[in-house]
């Protein structure tokens, strides 16, 4: 089975420390470590570097090398520096699956998120390999619901068909899209076994390319003059421009249709998608603790989120609450933590008085 590590995205929800040509999948916020380091390495513990390929924009690739270096070069396919999503990036990969691999199934595999503990992420993907083999059905992932989160697309479950150590396996029913508020959410999972959509997408590049023939036939057209290119010549010229043709979309434009014949994995292990400050804070922090990183000194705060650059700089604050602090070179970021999500606004205002250079 081959591995597709989508790691082309700008991570713009983590910004000011996450920008447009260092993107959070490759800063080191793991005690050291990048999202992006640490998923790849997760996957070389037990599968070949060649069996790994790296699914991101040319002008990462050197960053990217540097942290994983055992992964070849020949094995990056190059995203046109284009802001589809994940709709025409995905595609491009399968596209290249099909003519360098064909009949190959493959798993996409997320470069932002945390997967612990990581023997039983790698249970669920020889899990995936086996069902997929066996069955040929689309394979998907699925989270146990503990909470109206209203901030996910859910799964409808039909019947337990197998049970692989502790990973359990259901038949789909339905894909359903997020609710628009806390009470439609609430009875959804009160009222059908539902699981939150985490894709881990699993299946072969042929059939997911005819589900793309099928429901977005606009795609499928391009993709299938780029990948006449990819079979006929060394050479990617022509890509960009059919790529930068393509309309923007999720990948589950075409996917969402595919649940009513599919297989679900529940997940055995804690994933976390490092997605904005409050997720992170989330994933490192004690509850009410304040998480700090730098020189910080914090006295009488909580729950908040303080990190800085800068040794010879010192940030102090009190009676911090559920706050979110970030201190670059040349930005400083003060957010409360329940509205990281306005951080965009605070980028389209800088493109709107020509401030890139801080994007």
């Not at 920008?19 to 959070?24: H, Y």
């Not at 070949?48 to 790296?54: N, R, W």
């Not at 022509?238 to 589950?252: F, K, R």
């Given at each position: 089975m081959k591995f597709i590590v989508s790691a082309g995205g700008r991570g713009?929800?983590?910004w000011p420390y996450s920008?447009?040509?260092?993107?959070?999948?490759?800063?080191?916020?793991?005690?050291?470590?990048?999202?992006f380091s640490y998923n790849v390495k997760t996957l070389l513990r037990k599968y070949?570097?060649?069996?790994?390929?790296?699914s991101t924009k040319d002008r990462y690739v050197k960053i990217a090398r540097e942290q994983v270096p055992q992964i070849p070069l020949e094995n990056y396919i190059l995203e046109p520096d284009s802001p589809k999503n994940r709709g025409p990036a995905d595609g491009l990969a399968i596209v290249y699956l099909d003519v360098k691999f064909p009949g190959e199934p493959f798993m996409i595999v997320q470069s932002d998120c945390v997967r612990i503990p990581e023997n039983n992420y790698l249970l669920l993907i020889e899990t995936a390999e086996k069902l997929v083999k066996e069955h040929k059905k689309f394979i998907s992932g699925g989270i146990a619901v503990t909470y109206p989160d209203l901030g996910v697309d859910y799964l409808k479950l039909g019947r337990k068909i197998h049970s692989y150590g502790n990973v359990d396996v259901y038949e789909a029913k339905e894909f359903v899209d997020r609710r628009s508020n806390y009470a439609e959410t609430k009875e959804l999972i009160e009222n059908f076994n539902v699981v939150k959509h985490s894709n881990h997408n699993c299946w072969y590049p042929q059939m997911l390319l005819e589900a793309y023939e099928r429901y977005k036939p606009d795609w499928y057209s391009a993709l299938m003059q780029i990948r006449k290119i990819i079979s006929e010549s060394n050479s990617l010229e022509?890509?960009?421009?059919?790529?930068?043709?393509?309309?923007?979309?999720?990948?589950?434009i075409v996917t969402r249709h595919l649940f009513k014949d599919a297989l679900i994995l529940q997940l055995n292990y804690n994933w976390v998608d490092i997605g904005t400050w409050n997720?992170?804070?989330e994933y490192v922090a004690r509850k009410d603790q304040v998480y700090k990183e730098g020189n910080v000194i914090a006295l009488d705060s909580k729950s908040s989120l303080i990190k800085s650059d800068n040794p010879d700089k010192l940030i102090a604050v009190f009676g911090l609450k559920d706050m979110v602090v970030v201190d670059t070179a040349d930005t400083l970021l003060i957010v409360p933590k329940d509205k990281t999500d306005k951080i965009k606004d605070i980028q389209d205002e800088l493109r709107s008085k020509k401030l890139d250079k801080y994007l």
């Open positions: 713009t929800k983590l920008r447009e040509n260092n993107p959070k999948q490759f800063q080191k916020i793991l005690n050291g470590e990048s999202l070949p570097a060649s069996d790994i390929l790296i022509g890509v960009p421009a059919i790529y930068q043709g393509m309309e923007a979309g999720a990948t589950e997720s992170l804070y």
